[in-house]
């Protein structure tokens, strides 16, 4: 499977301009959805900026610029491109075992802004993250899971949490949480709530602006 992002931010005051074209072109949207073979479309947006990503069959000739561009021109009237289709770096990524029916996940997308020169070093730790994972493909909390850096700055996350794996945190898991969280505040600071009961700052949740027909969970 193909994964892809983009980003956005959004010209001041235009954020409900951006939802109502949402609403109002919602068919075309799908349709395009449909024609192209996307799945599990989403919008996203939160501090002034707005995320889509989009899945695509290893053998499709679509990608994610295909289906923006019927409203490109429309979208650049509410905001600018931070990084295009294809211009988004993948940071980390831990597949496991994809769930088709989404009622079985919960997502989670959030979003951090890296300090000046950061980028490698958010990678490396990522990739280390990687490198000590015994077993791929194997069912497990994490799933769909895939980092995006848009111009060596700008982190945008999409997770897909399997709920059969909810649970309330152990301490050792509350602990070893806090302190990978403390550690990376060192390289980035955060857009999203996601670490909010770690710090005691105040960030919005990322909000939900679309999800494609058919993967709404």
């Known amino acids: 499977m193909k994964r892809e992002a983009c980003m956005l931010e959004l010209r001041y005051g235009m954020l409900d301009t951006l939802k109502n074209g949402i609403r109002d072109y919602k068919m075309a949207i799908e349709n395009r ?5 996307a799945k599990n479309a989403s919008i996203w947006s939160v501090n002034g900026f707005a995320y889509v990503y989009a899945e695509f069959d290893d053998k499709s000739a679509y990608s994610l610029k295909d289906f923006i561009s019927p409203f490109e ?3 650049m009237y509410v905001s600018q491109y931070v990084a295009k289709p294809g211009e988004m770096r993948l940071m980390y990524h831990d597949i496991g075992c994809v769930h088709k029916d989404k009622a079985e996940i919960r997502r989670r997308v959030f979003a951090t802004k890296l300090k000046p020169n950061c980028a490698e070093e958010y990678k490396a ?6 490198d000590a994972r015994e077993n791929e493909g194997v069912d497990h909390a994490e799933s769909n899971f895939t980092i995006w850096c848009a111009k ?8 897909e949490m ?11 898991e509350k602990k070893s949480t806090i302190e990978w969280e403390t550690k990376q505040l060192e390289i ?3 857009f999203t709530d996601d670490v909010d009961w ?6 919005d949740k990322m909000e939900k602006l679309f999800v494609q027909k058919g993967y709404e969970g």
Request: glycine share 8%.
């Open 152 to 159: 060596d700055t700008y982190i945008f996350g999409y997770a």
């Open 33 to 37: 959805l449909e024609k192209i073979g």
């Open 198 to 203: 770690i710090t005691g700052e105040k960030h």
């Open 125 to 130: 730790r990522h990739q280390r993250l990687i």
């Open 188 to 190: 980035m600071d955060w």
């Open 73 to 75: 021109y429309d979208l």
């Open 162 to 172: 399997v709920r059969a794996f909810d649970h309330e945190m152990t301490e050792e």
